[in-house]
């Protein structure tokens, strides 16, 4: 079979790539930590439980392509409390946030077009792209300045004739990183400048540490019409497997693009939609709660790395991951080999390669992702295989 030259050079998701290995250990009785998906382990609302044990309709029928309008008039709600106003013509609901960034990536680029990520990013923007034809141009992040912005000088000297939007995660998906106030109208000057669509992927804007206030894209003055808005109920209800996200502009003529796509693959799931209304009603106590779930878990998780000898690890500003330099030459080989050589006191530990993240030859060698989606108990077990494994890994 002749398979096509985009099929080729698609690149393996560097979060799930070693599967196979985890469940040969888990065949072999090792017990292994799973810090490379995020995957939250907390559960799901009661009230979005309910609602799916409610379902009384005698035909699972098609919803329209865009979402219930239910749905989307309680997103109207949902946003208005971030002070993001829309109208319910302004969202269109997509089978997760993937197919809402990949519904923006067919809207806005042709084959030989150039989009600008940070790096180190979300490895399936990446291979998005490539679905596309496009090409990802990386402002390259470091670790040691704790994934800070660059100066505008780095946009600007990848800005070209194909250039035709800026990607952002914030917070961060890998690093957790969160934009500042500055940072933002830094990279609104850039796209007003340059007649440039802001793509904002803000999934995890429940989740963020700090006490300056959340500044999203769809906040910005002056570029209204340029952005573009990634979201999902996955990460803030616990619910990844109903692939309920959204696409959200107030951009009528991009809106109607989407649209097209929305209908060519008829309409997102309709029990995913039923569970995700009666989610955005969930009592402030269920958001509190797993805020400040995650919060102590960051905390912990950080505390434990600073025990590591060798390991380095930004503190996350949002989101539930870190990026984490280890003392280790592969990150890669030490992954896989922790899976396939290793366990102590008959456990492992998994975690994500870090230059899977990146789209620079070498960067990200020595480092891997981590997710906290376990309880502090778990995390603590993991943290100590981690340094045992670590010990056992440089002394062979």
């Known amino acids: 079979m002749m398979l096509s030259e985009r099929a080729r050079v698609m690149p393996n998701s560097p979060i799930r790539k070693l599967v196979p290995f ?39 029928d098609y919803s329209p392509s865009q979402g219930i309008l239910s ?33 923006a990536f067919l809207c806005l680029l042709d084959p030989g077009d150039e989009i600008i990520v940070t790096e180190p990013f979300y490895a399936n923007y990446k291979t998005m792209a490539l ?8 402002v390259h ?12 000088e780095a946009f600007e000297a990848l800005v070209s004739p194909r ?59 002056g570029i209204e019409d340029q952005v573009i808005l990634v979201d999902s109920v996955s990460k803030r209800y616990s619910e990844c497997g109903i692939r309920i996200g959204a696409l959200v502009t107030h951009n009528k003529e991009f809106y109607a ?31 509190k709660g797993v805020y400040d779930e995650y919060l102590a878990r960051r905390d912990f998780l950080m505390e434990g790395l600073r025990q590591i000898p060798g390991v380095m690890a930004p503190k996350p500003g949002g989101a539930f991951y870190a990026m984490v330099e280890l003392p280790v030459e592969d990150a890669e080989d030490f992954c896989k080999w922790c ?20 789209a620079t030859p070498g960067a990200g060698r020595n480092q891997v992702r981590m997710a906290y989606v376990l309880e502090k108990k778990e995390l603590a077990e993991a943290l100590i295989v981690l340094g045992k494994a670590l010990q056992a890994y440089n002394a062979r």
């Open 22 to 60: 985890a469940d040969d250990a888990k065949r072999r009785g090792i017990k292994v930590f799973h810090l490379n998906i995020g995957q939250p382990d907390i559960p799901t609302p009661q009230c979005a439980l309910d609602a799916l044990h409610r379902i009384d309709r005698t035909i699972l």
């Open 339 to 358: 899976l396939t050589d290793f366990s102590w006191e008959g456990k492992t530990v998994m975690m994500a390669p870090g230059a899977g993240f990146y």
């Open 141 to 152: 992040t470091d670790i040691r300045e704790g994934f800070r912005l660059p100066d505008v």
């Open 163 to 221: 250039t035709k939007a800026i990607l952002i995660c914030n917070p961060n998906n890998p690093t957790g990183y969160l934009y500042t106030r500055e940072e933002m109208l830094r990279l609104r000057d850039i796209v007003r400048q340059h007649n440039l669509v802001l793509i904002s992927d803000e999934v995890y804007r429940e989740f963020v540490y700090s006490d300056e206030p959340y500044l999203s894209a769809m906040n910005l003055e």
């Open 131 to 138: 679905a596309c034809g496009a090409t990802v141009k990386t």
């Open 257 to 287: 693009a989407a649209m097209k796509l929305a209908q060519a693959r008829l309409s997102p799931p309709l029990l995913g939609q039923l569970v995700a209304e009666a989610s955005i009603d969930v009592p402030q106590s269920y958001l």
């Open 71 to 103: 749905l989307r008039e309680a997103l109207v709600r949902y946003y208005a409390g971030f002070g993001i106003h829309l109208t319910p013509e302004e969202i269109l609901v997509t089978t997760g946030g993937s197919e809402a960034v990949l519904f």
